[in-house]
């Protein structure tokens, strides 16, 4: 099942280490089989509030997200980020492409709330 790499960043300060990061983090991503979704972009809000950065990075399985994150090339532009921005990372999965919104009820009782 696929997995995402989520990063929502704010106060990103774009100098050399940022510029570093983005140069080289393309390299780490590839032994990986990781792939940007989301870099950016435009945002249209439809509903509630937004601020800062999405990026999405797409890997085949969650194995393959922590492998990436854990391995010494990414750990070695890592603070080239996290000294220049903040915000939160998470590692999300995927769901099937036959997912059906109600297939998240499964075993849930009816009177119980989802979340």
Known sequence: MPAYAVGHLHDVNVGPDIVAYLK?????????????????????????????????????DRDSAHAWYDSPAYRQILPLRTRNSRGDVFFIEGVDADHKATDVLAGVPADQPLG
């Open 24 to 60: 080289h983090i393309d390299a780490t991503l590839e032994p990986f089989g990781g792939r940007f979704i989301i870099h950016e972009g435009k945002v249209t809000l439809m509903e509630g509030s937004w601020s800062g950065d999405l990026i999405v990075i797409a890997f085949p």
